[in-house]
Nanobody
Framework: QVHLVESGGGLVQPGGSLTLSCAASARTFSSYGKGWFRQAPGKEREFVAAVLMSSGSTYYSKSVQDRFTISRDNGLNTVYLQMNSLKPEDTAVYYC??????????????????WGKGTLVTVSS
């Protein structure tokens, strides 16, 4: 069993920046990856960004590409999500997840094996 713990959420003004962290309690398969998903009130959970832990290949949704950057630290078994130029529509609970490569590369939440409890990001003036 892998436990994922997110941190770094909070309140930020539009145009501001925030960095989320996701620490894993254990390592899984080297072919696995970690991703960030978000869920706004009344909306379905959606893919944000993901990274394959072995190769470092990254994947982004169109809505965050060029504004968000995902990175990993294999030594710490941690991934980060640097969020810049934040918009009110980025407001959501952000979840970290871990899963096989096919789910990572397709951004499919249904294919992820482990989930964190989420951290709230609020973008508001």
């Amino acid at each position: 069993q892998v436990h994922l713990v997110e941190s770094g959420g909070g309140l930020v003004q539009p145009g501001g920046s925030l960095t989320l962290s996701c620490a894993a309690s254990a390592r899984t398969f080297s072919s696995y990856g970690k991703g960030w998903f978000r869920q706004a009130p009344g909306k379905e959970r959606e893919f944000v960004a993901a990274v394959l832990m072995s190769s470092g290949s990254t994947y982004y949704s169109k809505s965050v590409q060029d504004r968000f950057t995902i990175s990993r630290d294999n030594g710490l078994n941690t991934v980060y999500l640097q969020m810049n130029s934040l918009k009110p529509e980025d407001t959501a609970v952000y979840y970290c997840a871990e899963g096989p490569a096919w789910a990572i590369t397709s951004g499919n939440p249904g294919g992820m094996d482990y989930w964190g409890k989420g951290t709230l990001v609020t973008v508001s003036s």
